[in-house]
């Protein structure tokens, strides 16, 4: 296996450069990859200091400036050309790097993935990938998570075959199944944008034998985990991630406090033991690598904004697989026999 | 109090007739209001007779024919004359009654509203309003919850006057909040319809002190009650409310087994005594009375299709208030002031 270059953006997300270091030097000895932190250097090295970490898989790459979480984003790119983000995404068009993974301002990694990296030929929509968890075990791939919210027909097509390969290459899931999130599963449900993506993702299962589509997907279905990539549009996508997060956490303060409401359900609550714990680490998001940046030309990872060095670490060592197994490359030569589809409707 | 008589279709829903009767007869020994169902009065008559309840407050009209949940909605009212639902909203129409009910075919109510009632001037879109359960305590008001797919930004500004209007009047809040849902809580997040949108409610706060508008709310925060009304097109609206729901009941299953796992959960499991079903509570859309169906010129309430003899129960006498506020009129008195706003943008 040849050695890949992962490069980490310093500076982004609530917690940087913190705990970002922090999960660099972890993943550090746990990887015979390089990762390459892109920040400001002086403070990286600080903080690195303080960590036991394998200082040869470590190495970092000075960027005085910083696009913060309220810059706007395609300025941003345009005017901070020595920020982390803009010479962290730099270096994988220049081969300098095999990924970037990034807790900093979305809009703003995206727009970078597109000035720089550019798009696949046949994307005309780069989307957010975030797996979501599923109660039972493993997740879902939810397409796109909240980089579009106004989406075409042909940009939830796009979403669909995007997933369909990471889930396939990084997964390890032979023929992903999708599903498109909408108001029923009758085939005429939904808006106008809804049918004919409908339409498309049946094309594009009968006469392509490309996707797997399963049909319409209800959203009380979508914690069972109905389909491994859930496509629907940024702002769907965004109330999906971010209510199953809010609610499962309200949910689980409500248990506690009714669990300890009193001796007899303290005694209860305490010979539960990790069960709670347990059920709290389903819905860690931390626990899932970050979401994939798919349909630039380029390795992209954003990880959550509130990143901790355990989410970082996690995103480095699963970033492997994505890189190793091509999904990029995978996805021009699927995108190709897509177009068609796309075009005639 | 003038006695008022409640429409029920016996004819709507999952369980119809037998839950819709045995929901009837419940309500009627605790109202001395008059609840008539309409349906096949030879199932109707044979369900009550089965059942304790007060025949003073019960009467029956017959209607042979049934709209079911896969009929068309605006064929079916069309051509289904005879049916509970079209019977039931002309007595509404007629004056024979003040209020309808129906857990039957969300289409074809929202057809019958608008194609016998007529919708209430200024109103683009009638909407179903779905009471929203917080964790904390009370509920919050979903408009649109899923009959309008697709919105304008004068759709949104109309479903967050008459959302307020039912909160003050049904559920006794004094300037009810009312927040939009987006994808962040800058003011220039989301789709363009959105951003229209928060400029339209902006503006009847600051110029026509109509609504109390408190800006965008993120999908995290929904389960916390941000807002007494919470704005959204139909599509975002049923997302967040069968996700709730799925999300819900997935948890406390997956709680359940794992506290059901081995002897000493169990032991913990069973002194936790009802704490685990009062949760479950609150999550019961039996409890909240249904849907009210906000803009046509009469009064509506949709409930759920799975409506069990309490849910039933509940929706009648919960009615009552909605019909003696005068919500109608009141959303016709409001929105002639609303327009200006919505015309002018």
Redesign the interface.
Known sequence: MKARTIILDGMGGDHAPAEIVAGAALASMQTEHKICIVGDEERIREELAKRKHNPAAIETVHAEEVIHGHDAPVKAIRTKKRSSIVVGINMVRDGQGDVFISAGNTGALMAGGLFILGRIQGVDRPALASTYPV??GGVSLLVDS?AN??CKPNNLLEFAAMGSIYMEQVMDIEKPTVGL?N?GTEENK???V?KSAYTMLSRSRDELDALNFIGNI???????GPADVLVCD???G???????????W??L???KR??T?NI??K???????G?LK??KE?FDYSEYGGAPILGVRGAMVKLHGSSNAGAVKNAILKSVPYVENGVVRRIEERMIGMEAIAISE
Do not use: H
Request: charged residues 20%; glycine residues 12%.
């Open positions: 109660l039972s909240g919210s106004e999130v108001m939904g808006t106008m809804l209800e959203a009380r279905d979508v914690p069972n940024g702002y769907v965004n109330v999906i991630l971010k209510l199953t997060e809010g609610l499962a309200s949910m303060k409500l248990l009714k669990f409401a007899f359900t005694m209860g609550a305490a010979m539960l033991g069960k347990e059920l389903v």
